[in-house]
C-alpha cells in the first residue's frame, strides 16, 4: 500500500505516474467524505485513456439512489434514534445499508469504455480467486448472487458527457438484522412516484466462508482488477480529508451532506394517513415538494379539539421542512404564544407526536 506524494495533488499525481490505470483505496470511513471523493475523480481525472478503481467501506450508513424518496424507503426514526447517517447519491437505483461489513468498488472509465459486466467479473472473478467453488453470479439486472438466490451485491452507475463511474456493494460481514430494519419505512400512507427500491433476500460473503473479510477480498479485487485492465499498479490509499490533495472535496462534501440535497431532492409525495390521538381518530393529508411541507390538512373531530386549534397547527406546518426538529419548533412556539389549557395543550402534543412519527 502506498500514499499519494506530499505536495501533489491527486491529478497531478494520477496523470503523471499512472498511464494506463489505477487502484486506489480510500482512507476515510464517512459516507460523504467517500461519495465526495467519487464525484471528485468522476470531474477531476482524465479517464480517456485510463480507468481506476476505488475501493471504499463506510460506517453505518444508508444511501438511497438520486431519484428517490427517504421517507419511503427507510427507517428514519431508527436511523436518528442510533445516529446513523442518510446519504443520497449520484446515481440512480436503490437504496442500500453500508457498514464496515461491506465494500464499495468504482469503476471509473471513459464513457465509451463503461461496461458494467466487464466489471462484474471482476469482482466474481476476484471471489473465485480466493474461493474457486464459491457459487457467485451476475444477473442480468447487474446484482451479484450467491447460490443463485441471495443478493451479495448491488450495481448503481452515473454516466456523464464523456466519462462514467459504475460503483457496486459488496456484502461480506455486514449487521444483516440492522441492515433489514434500517431499510424498513416508518411512515405510512406514502403516494409518490419516486424510484422505488428492489428488495432482495441478502447474505454476507461470510455466512459462506470465513475467511473471506473485507481485506483479503479487495486485495484480490486490486489483482484481478489489474490483470484484466492490463496494467501493474500498488495500492494507492488517498485521504478525501485532505483538501490539497483534491481541491474543492470539502465543498463537495458539503453538498452532499445538505439537507437541501440528501431530502430536499425527494420527487414531489403526499401523505395520506389517519392515526389515534387521545382516543381520537386524525386524518392527516400532507404535500411535500422538495422537501417542504406544500400542503398540510387533518381531519380532526370537533368534539374532540376545536376547528380554529388544527386549523393553526396546520398553517403553522405549512412552508417549513418535513423533519421533526423544524416540527418541535413550530409546536413550541405555538405552546407558548397561544395560552393553552392544559387538556388542549395535551392534545397538540398529541397531534405533534404523531406527525413526527410519520417524519
Ligand atoms: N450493501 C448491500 N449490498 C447488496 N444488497 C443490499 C445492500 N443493502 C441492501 N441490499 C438489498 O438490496 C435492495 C435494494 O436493491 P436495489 O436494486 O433497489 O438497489 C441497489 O442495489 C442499489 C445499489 C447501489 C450501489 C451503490 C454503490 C456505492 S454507493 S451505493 C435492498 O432492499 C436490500 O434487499
Keep these: 500500500m502506498a500514499l499519494v506524494k506530499k505536495n501533489s495533488t491527486l491529478k497531478e499525481y494520477f496523470e503523471d505516474a499512472w498511464k494506463a490505470g489505477i487502484v486506489l483505496k480510500s482512507a476515510s470511513t464517512d459516507v460523504f467524505q467517500n461519495l465526495a471523493l467519487e464525484d471528485w475523480i468522476h470531474e477531476h481525472i482524465d479517464v480517456q485513456q485510463r480507468s481506476a478503481l476505488l475501493m471504499w467501506r463506510n460506517s453505518s450508513a444508508v444511501v438511497i439512489g438520486r431519484h428517490q424518496n427517504p421517507w419511503q424507503e427507510c427507517n428514519l426514526n431508527l436511523m436518528r434514534s442510533m445516529g446513523i447517517p442518510l446519504a443520497r447519491r449520484r446515481s440512480g437505483g436503490g437504496t442500500v445499508f453500508h457498514d464496515l461489513g461491506n465494500i464499495n468498488l468504482t469503476f471509473f472509465t471513459s464513457k465509451k469504455k463503461y461496461d458494467r459486466h466487464r466489471n462484474l467479473r471482476v469482482v466474481t472473478g476476484a471471489l473465485k480467486d480466493l474461493r474457486p467453488d464459491l ?27 464523456t466519462a462514467a463511474y459504475h460503483h457496486c456493494t459488496l456484502l461480506c460481514s455486514s449487521d444483516r438484522s440492522l441492515l433489514s430494519s434500517v431499510l424498513q419505512t416508518n411512515c405510512k400512507g406514502i403516494k409518490s412516484n419516486a ?112 376547528p380554529e386549534v388544527g386549523k393553526e397547527l396546520c398553517s403553522a406546518l405549512m412552508g417549513i421542512r418535513f423533519c421533526p426538529s423544524e416540527v418541535a419548533a413550530v409546536v413550541a412556539a405555538l405552546m407558548r404564544t397561544a395560552s393553552r389549557a392544559p387538556d388542549l395543550a395535551k392534545k397538540t402534543q398529541s397531534l405533534y407526536e404523531n406527525v413526527v412519527a410519520v417524519m
Design 135 to 161: 457459487d457467485v453470479s451476475a444477473t442480468d439486472r447487474f446484482d451479484i448472487v450467491l447460490n443463485g438466490v441471495y443478493k451479495i451485491s448491488g450495481t448503481a452507475a452515473k454516466l456523464g458527457r
Design 195 to 306: 424510484t422505488p427500491s428492489v428488495p432482495s433476500p441478502v447474505k454476507n460473503l461470510q455466512d459462506e466462508d470465513p475467511s473471506l473479510d473485507p481485506s483479503a477480498i479487495m486485495g484480490a479485487m486490486a489483482s484481478r482488477y489489474c490483470a484484466e485492465f492490463g496494467f501493474d499498479s500498488p495500492v494507492i490509499t488517498v485521504d478525501p480529508s485532505v483538501e490539497q490533495l483534491m481541491p474543492g472535496i470539502q465543498k463537495m462534501a458539503a453538498d452532499l451532506q445538505a439537507w437541501e440535497w440528501v431530502y430536499g431532492r425527494t420527487p414531489k409525495f403526499s401523505i395520506c394517513t389517519s392515526f389515534m390521538a387521545e382516543g381520537a381518530n386524525i386524518g392527516l393529508d400532507m404535500d411535500i415538494k422538495n422537501g417542504i411541507v406544500e400542503k398540510c390538512a387533518m381531519d380532526i373531530p370537533h368534539h374532540w379539539l376545536p
